[in-house]
């Protein structure tokens, strides 16, 4: 996540759930979800001012990454 400068960028990622063809060439795709689909369809989407999450935010407890 940034602001328009494309240099203030920091830790922060995206979770898609559709396609943001309007993001392509600005950010950079890291992965993409191969098992657990069911998982990623119960993450609350941000209904609220700039996307945010009304309520208690889902987080991350553990993650695997693999290549």
């Given amino acids: 996540a940034r602001t328009q400068d ?4 920091n830790s922060q990622f995206f979770i898609m759930f559709k396609s943001g063809y309007s993001l392509n060439g600005k950010y950079t795709v ?6 657990g689909m069911d998982v990623v369809d119960q993450i ?3 209904k609220g001012p700039n996307g945010a ?3 208690e935010p889902d987080k991350m407890v553990s993650i695997e990454v693999s290549y």
Wanted: proline fraction near 6%; glycine fraction near 18%.
């Fill in 6 to 9: 494309p240099n203030s960028a």
């Fill in 30 to 35: 890291v992965g993409k979800v191969v098992s």
């Fill in 44 to 46: 609350k989407i941000g």
């Fill in 53 to 55: 999450v009304l309520g």
